[in-house]
């Protein structure tokens, strides 16, 4: 007979448990970057500009990098095998790319700020047109102009391509069949036109055709028709996703496909609507080359939509920005500087209407 | 008797019909269907009718000029001479230069994202590249011509001093003389090519972004299991899963880089003048020479600027629809699941 023996348990003196800590870093891994930075930045700062004919601040930053790059290949080359070198260079060159990236946009968003803030310091700039001339000091004269056609334009841009987007995505998703397919491959090949083109069929067509100054709804038509595909196709991207387990339950409840849609679909994607939505508002707003040939400049605030040039904030800024006079650069920069804020509120509204949605 | 029944089995197998389904709508439905449809007919009405306005529009220049516009470099509308020959290879040298710089950058942001950052600043780096897409292209083109030109004619005249043997380098100055010609290396192709790399990469980060974080977990796990370092993993797994969506995400910011205006019109110089300098002063491209000249054209020259824009249009489209063709191709990830 055998008898099963458990085996013997010996308890084991209890010890906290600890968690290992799976990607510890050695001494080496921590210091190998900085011995190489630091040495990069010695050689180079020794060479550049005294032994080699280079100069200039990038290009100091370009060399620095390069040489920082070799040098921690060769060091890390000491200890390591092919593998952990290839990974710690890529590494490198993946992390560089993500900074340099968010570095380049910082600057570009910091660098707006700082040069537009002796516009920007004065309040007149968003209260005044600048009806008083453009020679006078910054105290006087602002982009009032430029905000309200912005706004005007926009929300009539707003107010064409919304519905028909989204009910244009609706009838791509939900009702389907040949026609949908169609006006898929169209709408999609749309978004492909240069939004410069957009101003140029809007001019040809509604200003030169009816003999029609420029005017502000032009600019807004010309928007709509850069903005349109953009939108449809987003909105259809974000319904497409919606899952059919929720339309099918949702039928077979007895529901009819309008309440299905209305009901189960359109609030199943709101927050991601809503995020598509905005961005794409936000690209109307910011976008010139449309406008530029359609809506015409002037230094007037006109409210109008139908009569006389109305300017926008971008147009404003390119075309102040395209004279040699620095008072004009500077309001330049300024006005680019209310277009940034007014696309950042716009983004912000879109993160908060995304993560509204996302925590209940 | 077997038999027979077996006969009979078959007789209804055979006799069998899918019953067919009737769908009745109610009225609230058809309203609807109605509706939506009228919407899709609407918004094919509209950009259809673009598309075909333009293409109307702009067949008087092709008629008058012939195949003479692709090979002319000229546009010179008081002497009757327009060509495209300058502006389309304007237009490819930016738009290629800027994909050379952005590629690299919009990959490794994007492989940073996916594999390298720690989850709790994936979202808000995810954000930023979003943001960067919604930055108004005059905001770049300002910091492009006030910020980065000055700096970038230092870079420019290194460029020429060291590499100026391949032609794509060369300029036409002496790069050692005591004082440089500055104003030879401003308002280049280049410097205007990288503010477009900077406006169209995070349009190729995002699609590269979404399609690296689709790599498979237990791919990438089974990767780390064999002792894979991270940029192991990462060029086993990630790369070769999300090659579709490089391509793809590339071809997209091309598309966009190629219909680029503001930022280039307030960098370049016009030239026409079909050359591959990128360093020196002076090119053109399409969307900029609609800009800065509609205003004086009328009748055969606005025809041209139409033309050079269809032009434009289809070969943006033509890239846009490999992009999306390669892109839906690319492995879904179904076939790799363990």
């Known amino acids: 007979m055998t008898a099963t023996l458990t085996p013997q348990r010996t308890e084991a003196p209890e010890a906290p448990e600890v968690r290992r800590d799976l990607r510890g870093r050695t001494v080496d891994d921590r210091v190998a970057p900085l011995g190489a930075a630091l040495g990069a930045l010695g050689l180079v700062s020794l060479v550049y500009d005294r032994l080699l004919p280079l100069s200039g601040t990038l290009g100091f930053l370009i060399c620095w990098y390069l040489t920082f790059v070799v040098m921690y290949a060769l060091v890390s080359w000491y200890r390591h095998p092919a593998p952990a070198v290839a990974d710690r260079v890529a590494g490198v060159l993946i992390r560089t790319s993500a900074l340099v990236v968010g570095g380049a946009l910082a600057t570009v968003i910091v660098y707006v700020f700082i040069r537009g803030f002796p516009a920007l310091r004065h309040l007149n700039i968003v209260t005044d047109d600048l009806t008083a001339g453009p020679q006078d000091p910054l105290t006087t004269g602002g982009v009032l102009h430029g905000i309200v056609g912005t706004a005007i334009q926009i929300g009539i841009a707003i107010s064409i391509t919304l519905p028909l987007g989204v009910g244009c995505a609706v009838f791509m998703t939900e009702v389907g069949g040949k026609l949908a397919r169609i006006v898929r491959t169209v709408v999609e090949a749309m978004t492909a036109l240069p939004s410069i083109v957009c101003g140029l069929f809007v001019y040809i067509a509604f200003l030169l055709a009816f003999d029609v100054q420029r005017n502000g709804f032009a600019a807004s038509l010309a928007i709509s028709v850069m903005m349109l595909p953009i939108i449809a196709r987003s909105a259809e991207v974000v319904l497409r996703v919606v899952p059919n387990g929720l339309r099918e339950a949702s039928l077979a409840l007895g529901a009819s496909q309008w309440q299905t849609v209305r009901k189960v679909v359109l609030p199943t994607a709101r927050p991601a609507l809503a995020t598509a939505m905005v961005l794409g508002v936000a690209r109307g707003i910011g976008e010139t080359s449309p406008v530029l040939i359609t809506a015409g400049y002037t230094t007037f605030l006109n409210a109008n939509p139908f009569e006389g040039p109305m300017v926008s904030l971008p147009l404003f800024a390119y075309t102040l920005a395209r004279s040699p006079e620095p008072l004009f650069q500077t309001r330049a920069f300024g006005a680019a500087a209310v277009l940034m804020v007014l696309v950042l509120l716009v983004f912000l509204i879109a993160r908060m209407a995304a993560a509204q949605r996302r925590d209940r | ?338």
């Open chain 2, 1 to 338: 008797m077997e038999n027979r029944v077996g006969k009979a089995f078959v007789t209804t197998v055979d006799n069998d019909r899918p019953r067919r389904l009737r769908v009745g709508r109610t009225l609230g439905d058809r309203v609807f269907r109605g509706t939506a449809r009228g919407f899709g007919v609407t918004v094919l009405a509209v950009m259809g009718g673009i598309g075909v306005f333009l293409t109307i529009e702009a067949i008087p220049a092709f008629r008058e000029f012939g195949w003479d516009f692709f090979t002319t470099a000229e546009w010179n509308p008081e002497n009757g001479v327009l060509g495209l020959a300058a502006v389309l290879v304007g237009t490819l040298t930016v738009a290629v230069v800027s994909m050379v710089i952005a590629f690299p950058l919009a990959l490794g942001t994007a492989l940073y994202i996916s594999q390298y950052a720690a989850p709790k600043a994936k979202r808000w780096l995810i954000a930023m590249v979003d943001l960067m897409a919604s930055v108004p292209s005059v905001i770049y083109g300002l910091v492009g011509a006030y910020l980065l030109q000055p700096e970038m004619v230092y870079v420019s005249r290194w460029l020429h001093d060291m590499f100026g043997w391949i032609p794509v380098f060369r300029v036409d100055t002496d790069p050692d003389a005591a004082v440089f010609a500055q104003s030879r290396y401003t308002a280049s192709a280049l410097i205007a090519a990288i503010v477009v790399a900077m406006m169209v990469l995070p349009y190729a980060c995002m699609v590269m972004r979404e399609v690296f974080d689709q790599a498979p977990q237990g791919e990438r796990e089974a990767a780390y299991a064999l002792g894979s370092t991270r940029w192991g993993m990462v060029r086993a797994v990630v790369l070769p899963f999300g090659r579709g969506g490089i391509i793809g995400g590339t071809m997209l910011a091309l598309g966009r880089a190629l219909g680029e205006t503001i930022a280039v019109v307030l960098i370049i110089a016009p030239l026409f003048e079909v050359k591959v300098r990128i360093l020196e002063n002076g090119t053109i491209t399409v969307p900029s020479l609609i800009a800065t000249r509609y205003g004086e054209s009328v009748g055969i020259q606005l025809a041209g600027l139409l033309a050079a824009g269809l032009v434009l249009f289809v070969i943006t489209l033509i890239t846009n629809s490999i992009a999306a063709v390669i892109v839906t191709r690319s492995r879904s990830g179904a076939s790799t699941e363990i």
